[in-house]
């Protein structure tokens, strides 16, 4: 019990002082995180869309690939990006593991699914009698398809929620493909771990609490925004 | 609405991958692939600086366990190493992979375990008091179900010194018995890990030290035999197989911690904290 209160005290010591070491944290969590799902969303925006509207053979095939992406373990992500960017594998020359660019390939590659497939599921679940109408009207194919992403917005919300959400809450691949180095690639949960792993539970209690509030503010914004494009 | 959208998205695109894109400009850096050992320590927070503040290079620590870090070494994914194995360290040079070994520091091995100290260790003196006999008497109060042993079980310096002396003891079967857990974690987990199930576990006495005020359930029960010495080693990557490898800042490093000045902040280094060294400078 102490080590909680303890640690709710020295996450708001912290946050006051706007310690140095631990802003420089959370700036590089939210730039990697930041950066990953602007990859995600622009790669899983159009697949998403793409495979809600379109029919073909091996789609069946595909959307099971990618609800299996859904639940990949991150850590077997990490694992991939880590052999792929070491030295002796086939991107090694790029000198990209242990950078935050690693992070970044690893955490798109854990949010693609998610964003593709929740704006898929957004989009199938438009009303297929406005699909009809639209036709009846002649728009352009183009004119439909923004139009059903616009109909769709608030799924394509919730798929960028959670993409976002499950990056920035990565731990074992951000470890394992940043190497958790001082300054460059420690992001929050890393830094979490490794205050655990020394025994400074306060410290770790409090990266912890700075992380939770962060996630907190970023849905509160999206809520406002998803309210926003409700009215 | 659909304007400030679309102007959201490409202010996001352009942000993204400007970020993405930029290289940051930064110093010479070179990467040092260490143990926990050392970081957890906070000794290389206290050299590291100096380093950088004489010579401009940064250097990156990225932490792991000895295994690890000597995986990396062959991949080519450091310059330098730093670690407790010597005798894998003498493999990684002949193999090729490094250049030469340098010796740093020394600190040792403890047993730890609950003060109550179900196996007698601390009792142990005189012609009684060598490793074998301690070893021995942990797997027997283990055997009776009054202790559980913590080991890292994770291919660090610290779980092959531990494997090489229940071997030494004749005690090979250990890990199949019912109160020896293989955790796979770092030194501070296991310690972590011993503390709450007040257990036994192998330590470098750094770390235990480093950590003590928060190991209430933990006091040091056996130290002292030669068997367990823990020499540090430093070794730069070949340049010859990895292209990619800094060896003349690698090089410097390696100069900068046998300095005398240096090896005496090392030897001095936990004394305020801790009313005792972390590290020994000495003969190896």
């Known amino acids: 019990m102490d080590t909680l209160i303890e640690g709710f005290q020295e996450a708001f010591r912290l946050l006051i002082s706007l310690d140095r070491e631990v802003l420089q944290i959370i700036a590089v969590s939210l730039r990697v995180s930041g950066t990953a799902l602007v990859f995600s969303v622009l790669i899983g925006l159009p697949l998403g869309t793409f495979l809600g509207l379109a029919s073909f053979p091996g789609k069946k095939i595909i959307t099971a690939f990618l609800y299996t992406g859904m639940g990949f373990p991150p850590v077997v992500v990490g694992l991939f990006v880590f052999i792929i960017f070491s030295n002796a594998g086939p991107l090694g020359d790029l000198n990209w593991l242990f950078t935050t660019r690693a992070i970044v390939v690893a955490q798109t590659v854990i949010a693609l699914p998610l964003v593709a497939g929740f704006i898929m599921t957004a989009v199938m679940g438009v009303d297929k009698n406005l699909l009809l109408q639209l036709r009846t009207l002649g728009v352009t194919r183009f004119q439909m398809i923004w139009t059903i992403i616009k109909e769709a917005r608030l799924g394509a919300l919730i798929a960028i929620i959670a993409g976002f959400g499950a990056v920035i809450s990565e731990v074992g691949a951000v470890m394992l493909v940043g190497g958790n180095i001082r300054g460059k690639t420690r992001v929050l949960t890393t830094a979490i771990m490794l205050e655990t792993r020394q025994g400074r539970f306060g410290l770790a209690i409090a990266l912890g609490i700075i992380l939770l509030t962060i996630t907190f503010i970023i849905n509160i914004f999206m809520l406002n925004l998803q309210e926003k494009e409700r009215n | ?284």
């Open chain 2, 1 to 284: 609405m659909k304007k400030l959208l679309k102007a959201g998205l490409i202010f996001a695109l352009v942000v993204g991958v400007g970020i993405f894109m930029s290289h940051e400009i930064q110093a010479e850096s070179i990467r040092l692939a260490t143990t926990t050992s050392t970081e957890d320590s906070g000794l290389l927070d206290e050299l590291l600086p100096i380093f950088t503040e004489e010579t401009g290079i940064e250097v990156e620590v990225v932490a792991v366990g000895t295994g690890q870090a000597l995986e990396i070494g062959r991949r080519g994914d450091a310059d330098i190493l730093m670690v407790h194995a010597p005798d894998l360290e003498k493999e990684f040079i002949e193999d090729g992979y490094g250049t030469e070994r340098t010796y740093i520091m020394y600190n040792d091995f403890v047993i730890v375990g609950p003060p109550e100290d179900p196996a007698g260790l601390s009792d142990l003196v005189g012609e009684r008091a060598d490793i074998e006999t301690a070893m021995t008497a942990i797997y027997e109060a283990g055997n009776d179900g009054s202790l559980r042993f913590l080991s890292r079980g994770d291919d660090s310096g610290t779980y092959l010194k531990e494997i090489a002396l229940w071997e030494m003891t004749g005690l090979e079967d250990v890990e199949d018995t019912g109160w020896y857990n293989a955790l796979g974690q770092g030194m501070g987990s296991t310690l972590i890990t011993a503390n709450e199930m007040a257990g036994y576990a192998l330590t470098d006495r750094g770390t235990f030290l480093s950590m003590a005020e928060g190991l209430a359930n933990l006091k040091i029960l056996y130290k002292g035999d030669e068997a367990l010495n823990n020499p540090y080693g430093i070794i730069p990557l070949n340049p010859e197989v990895f292209e990619n490898a800094n060896y003349e800042a690698a090089q410097q490093l390696v100069d900068f911690m046998v300095r005398d000045d240096i090896q005496k902040k090392i030897g001095e280094f936990g004394i305020d904290t801790f009313g005792q060294p972390l590290f020994f400078s000495g003969e190896e």
